[in-house]
């Protein structure tokens, strides 16, 4: 029994990203040598998120999978766009000025939306590693998810697996 | 340390199917042996879903529980029944193209709503097995569903255990 | 390889409840001499969800976190707090006469509207174990919510680890 672990950087953008990691995940496993087991794609950042879904082959004219934005538009329904402070509770004045501590613009706070877009669409999906096949049906893409639009990141995705 | 693997087969209808999988679960636990570990119960599908919660005890005409029925009205609110292409942004005219070389009819891909509730609703839970028990509390039961409404299917569902 | 199991207790209130348990999930995993791994941190009552995210550092008159009390308020929208039978299916009448015989109050099962945001938001997070530390990012903490807002209950949080 082996527990691995792996990670990547994904670059954001000002606009909800989505990024299909799938080829770096199977390509995870087999560095891993495990052949049975359970892998955990995670994503450590609380505006983020990783989801399995089918490609959708077609992509709007910022690139986004029209499925993928099929959803922001669902999303947004329910969680709007933060555009100003006020619109939620979160931010409030002791955030602002903790993050004023730690040399953060007031402003890179008013992505709310995110932490409860991602808070909603969790963040970290588990897969059944069996006879070296990261299992995911015929049509299922794995996909980092990162819904800030305040500010372009590098952001962290990790692997774990746990198996033999 | 052992990592155990099973599957069955649902059998699924043109509306959303719930189906009570607690006792198929509890019998793998019970030939993998594993008496300490954490159990994946698994969804391949990118219509469907593994959700926990209660039984209702009661359910509709159609057999369905009445808790989940209440969860669909829920999901109707926020992601309406595909009726016709161009109420969501996907399938788009390449999806619908890469099907047809797959031989599929182009109303299979009217499932949008499908595949956004099933990536709102997770595709898998994780439960502690403690000292042989799947752990689910006196009330919690595991669904598998399919949210699929344009066709009637047989669907797989894994349950992949790790532990000792 | 091992499996490590801990739990402990949390008394919820009479609206939804959230409290940080995050140093509690630490202090199991320095507990189990675990190094690397995945940790689940896991609710068996199907009303209640366990969720990552940041903490807002301001609070309201109640003592919520206001990123908590946003994701209430998005969550009332959506699936509005029960207020009466018949509001939503369940419970239904059988449900009613089976609680009835386990000596419930028929009011008790007024919390639909608490299983319906248990089942949306998951009921467990699973966490990477890397050289020894929960991997949750500079930001991260592990919420457990109970969104039953009939009754005060003892609940119960389950921590589970495999790994090395």
């Known amino acids: 029994m082996t527990v691995f672990h792996s990670s990547f950087s994904i670059q954001s953008d ?51 999978d029209l499925m993928m934005q099929d959803l922001v538009n669902v999303l947004e329904k329910i969680i709007p766009t933060c555009r100003t402070e006020g619109q939620y509770l979160h931010p409030g004045p002791k955030h602002i000025i903790a993050g004023s501590g730690r040399n953060e613009e007031a402003w890179w706070s008013l992505n709310t939306d995110a932490h409860l ?21 015929e049509f299922g893409r794995i996909y980092f998810a990162d819904f800030d639009q305040v500010r372009a990141r590098q952001r962290t995705v990790r692997i774990q697996i746990v198996g033999e």
């Open 14 to 64: 000002r606009r909800p990203t989505f990024e299909d990691v799938t080829d770096r995940v199977v390509e995870s496993m087999r560095t891993s040598g495990i052949k049975e087991g359970i892998l955990l794609v995670y994503s450590q950042h609380t505006t983020c998120s990783v989801m399995i879904q089918e490609a959708s082959d077609d992509v709007n004219y910022w690139g986004t």
């Open 117 to 137: 877009r991602s808070v909603l669409m969790g963040r970290s999906v588990s897969i059944p590693i069996i006879n070296s096949e990261v299992v995911l049906g």
